[in-house]
């Protein structure tokens, strides 16, 4: 974690983003995995019921939110805010924050059980209060 300490994340940005991915674990039916990352794609905090390997989504996500902008840049859509990958067995949603100036990404891994509404809402309402901070 060394090098995500030298790119400006702090502990209590560290703190903040553990407690925002746990209380959308804990908040909403359905949900796997959360995990918030830096905008390039590296872990800040994770939480969740199923096994995924946080670091490897954390990059993931970073790549489709990256995606996400460009296709809306391209479309002439305005600033993305969120990227959905509807599945078999669920839907992943990454949706774009800021923390003083630093971009992150959080990613909500969910089953089919799982609203989709439901996680839009929290997870933009997890981004507010990251922006906030």
Not at 16 to 26: D, P, Y
Not at 92 to 101: E, I, N, S
Request: glycine fraction near 12%; charged fraction near 15%.
């Amino acid at each position: 974690m060394t090098g995500v300490a030298s790119m400006g994340v702090t502990e209590a940005l560290r703190a903040l983003a553990r407690q925002e991915a746990e209380a959308i674990a804990q908040d909403i039916s359905g949900v796997r995995a959360v995990v918030i990352a830096t905008g390039d794609g590296f872990d800040i905090a994770s939480a969740g019921r199923g096994a995924v390997d946080p670091q490897r989504i954390a990059a993931l996500a970073s790549s489709m939110s990256a995606i996400g902008a460009v296709v809306s840049a391209e479309a002439g859509l305005g600033r993305s805010t969120s990227v959905t990958v509807g599945t078999d067995d669920g839907f992943a949603v990454v949706h774009a924050a800021t923390h003083r100036g630093m971009d992150l990404v959080i990613n909500v891994i969910a089953g089919p059980d799982a609203l989709l509404g439901q996680v839009n809402y929290r997870t933009a309402a997890a981004a507010r209060s990251l922006s906030s901070a």
